[in-house]
């Protein structure tokens, strides 16, 4: 079971709940029939692990949150109230009007900003029990804006898929968003929140890989200072989805192995019954992989941590693999 809530202690959270849909409005509706069951083993997930504070991905964003909205109530009804949210439409589904992806079409979804089909589909959210203050949003930085930026290539060391695209091209594929969480005595908790890019579907300039490996590295020229943003400082954690495993899969591990070793950050190593491992893409041939992360200041006073994945016959090991091919992962820390 999981630590209940003291007066000290806060449990944060990240978990890529796969509440997308095809269509806009789909998941508005799904939840307020009350009958999906992927929603509900979402909710009941959620509310067993009873987070204080909840960053999602993979949740579709409407202009007036209405769905998210939605999901608060369900949450509360099922004994679990986060009243306090922050979302606001990504890049994800956000056209761009060129052909971002180099394959001679317009108006794909891999021609949006960030995947999606549709405006606002796969994008993330913040749930809180605590109030949040005002949020950062860096999700408009340029790609090839980010200092030491790898930006793909042709062999001839053209721009890929042009120097007209690159222009345009964000670095966020979803968001990078700085989160201030109001902590009941006075000090504020920054949770810095992205969604990574996943490195594959491209060819061989990789420009998927590439992109997911700086957004990681944004978090670090941001603490450093390299950034026309102020640098955050104590207490924060870097919290998310990478999409990048330190060894196994795709992706540039070199770029999230920075980000765990960082001095200025804590790697706590959440496991669960599959190890440090959070995601699950045996079905495509992939395996199991670490992809999200939670890193608090260097600093921090860890209480425990882990990763919501039950061994298998236990009695919420369906419930998880129902909810998500990923698993919730929770970090509580002593205020």
Known sequence: ????????????????????????????????RGKDKQISAVIEVIAHIRPDVLVLQDIDNDLENRALAALQSALAEAGHPLPHRFATLTNAGMESGLDLDGDGHLGTARDSQGYGSFTGQGGMAVLSRLPLGEVRDFSDILWRSLPGADLPQYSDG????????????????????????????????NLLTWHGSTPAF???????GKRGADEARFWLRLLDGDLPYAAPTPPFA????????????????????????????????PTGS??????????????????????????????????????????????????????????????
């Open 1 to 32: 079971m999981p630590l209940s809530v003291q007066a000290e202690r806060l449990r944060i959270a990240t978990f890529n709940s796969d509440l997308s849909r095809d269509g806009p409005g789909l998941l508005l509706r799904d939840i307020t």
């Open 158 to 189: 053209s721009p890929f898929p042009s120097e007209e695209a690159q222009a345009a091209q964000r670095l966020s594929s979803v968001a990078h968003w700085d989160v201030p969480v109001m902590l009941p005595d006075g000090k504020t908790l």
């Open 202 to 208: 491209d060819g061989a300039e990789d420009q998927n």
């Open 238 to 269: 870097v919290i998310g989805q990478a999409n990048i495993d330190p060894t196994d899969g795709e992706g540039r591990h070199d770029a999230i192995n920075e980000l765990l070793s960082d001095p200025r950050l804590i790697d706590p190593t």
């Open 274 to 335: 599959e190890g440090t491992d959070t995601a699950d893409w045996s079905a495509i041939g992939v395996g199991k992989l670490r992809a999200g992360y939670i890193l608090p200041w260097a600093e921090a006073q860890i209480l425990d941590t882990g990763v919501f994945w039950p061994a298998a016959g236990s009695e919420m090991a369906v419930t998880a693999t129902t909810a998500s091919r990923h698993h919730l992962i929770w970090l509580d820390l002593n205020f």
